[in-house]
């Protein structure tokens, strides 16, 4: 089949995830960068929602990152990233489910709102969403391994890792910390940040405050200096 045209923005947590799929798996593919403030022409006729990421593979369109991320696990299945059996896969696809509606709108209320109520909403909803994985998700399923699943790289890894890149962002405007109570979490993540597709996707911290310094309107401090 011919190849893969791969629409992403830089800053896009979503973007992040399949550009790391494609990397894992080795896909050949030409990377589009949107610019979602002044969308090219016929962009929209290939991702409906005019969100980003979404892939042109011959005839076939397709956005949204979590059902791209399993088009491709089904298209390309070395090396795979979701689990074989059905059970197990099932599981995957809950934790990832939980990323989507429960890690991320908290983290987004917690560094979003402008409201001090909000904000501290936000704050215990990540809290405890971070407690819940550290138990329930990497306590249970990831063993001895360094990964989600054990050994294995996999979807959950990958839905979960741009949210993490991105907790300067809540160190520095919100004043938040990992919970000690997360050591499993933490060594995952200083694993996963080292991997040689999530480098190539990075942006560095300067990046995001900078960035967030101008969507909530409060200074970031970038080498030292106020901004």
Known sequence: MSNIELYFAKASTFSQRTRVVVLEKRIDFTPIEIDLQNKPEGFTRISRYGKVPAIKHGDIEIYESAIINEYLEEVFPEPPLLPQTP???AIARIWIDYANTRLVPAFSKFLRSKETNEQEQGRREFTEALLYIEEEGLGKLSGSGSYWLGDKFSLVDISFYPWFERLPLLTHFRKFT?????PRL???WNVVRDRESIRAVANPESYYLERFAKI????????????
């Open 87 to 89: 059970g197990e896969k």
């Open 186 to 188: 933490q060594k995952w």
């Open 216 to 227: 909530l309107g409060e200074p970031a401090v970038v080498g030292g200096a106020q901004k």
């Open 178 to 182: 990992l919970p000690t109570e997360t």
